[in-house]
């Protein structure tokens, strides 16, 4: 379970409000980080279970689970970041779509790098292999 703070709320005594718990997890949280779809912020969640959360941030500074990869990688991922900001991609039909790209790293040895998109396709763009074996 992840949860949320409000760190802007906080008084002279430096609480912290907390906001949500997020459920989706089944162990660990390794890592999160954040990046940009269009206008809207979304969080990206990995950890030992092999899932890849994607979180949206709502007006109400709430988030609403987006979509998720089980089993993303074969072993722990241990990290995640954003690769690219702002990334637009061309559609068959000749039009351009708003894609945010990021990266994942895990314990078995590769990264992958994804691609998703605002209805919430997500696409793996590549697969790295970052040590012989």
Same mark, same amino acid.
């Given at each position: 379970?992840?949860?949320?703070?409000?760190?802007?709320?906080?008084?002279?005594d430096g609480?912290?409000?907390l906001?949500?718990?997020l459920?989706?997890?089944?162990s660990?949280?390794?890592m999160?980080?954040?990046?940009w779809l269009g206008t809207t912020?979304?969080m990206?969640?990995?950890?030992k279970? &092999?899932?890849?959360f994607?979180?949206r941030?709502r007006?109400?500074?709430?988030f609403e689970?987006?979509?998720?990869?089980?089993?993303a990688?074969?072993?722990?991922i241990?990290?995640c970041?954003p690769?690219?900001?702002h990334?637009?991609?061309?559609?068959?039909?000749g039009?351009s779509q708003?894609?945010a790209v990021?990266?994942?790293?895990?314990?078995?040895c590769?990264?992958?790098?994804?691609g998703?998109?605002?209805?919430?396709?997500? &696409?793996?763009?590549e697969?790295? &292999?970052?040590?012989? &074996?």
């Amino acid at each position: 379970v992840l949860s949320v703070w409000d760190n802007a709320s906080s008084g002279d005594d430096g609480r912290l409000q907390l906001i949500q718990y997020l459920s989706g997890h089944r162990s660990t949280v390794t890592m999160t980080c954040m990046t940009w779809l269009g206008t809207t912020r979304i969080m990206l969640s990995v950890g030992k279970d &092999r899932t890849l959360f994607l979180w949206r941030l709502r007006p109400n500074r709430s988030f609403e689970l987006f979509t998720s990869l089980p089993k993303a990688h074969s072993r722990v991922i241990w990290a995640c970041a954003p690769v690219f900001l702002h990334s637009r991609v061309l559609k068959v039909d000749g039009t351009s779509q708003e894609m945010a790209v990021f990266v994942t790293v895990s314990r078995d040895c590769s990264g992958h790098i994804y691609g998703v998109t605002e209805e919430g396709a997500v &696409r793996v763009r590549e697969d790295m &292999r970052l040590k012989d &074996r």
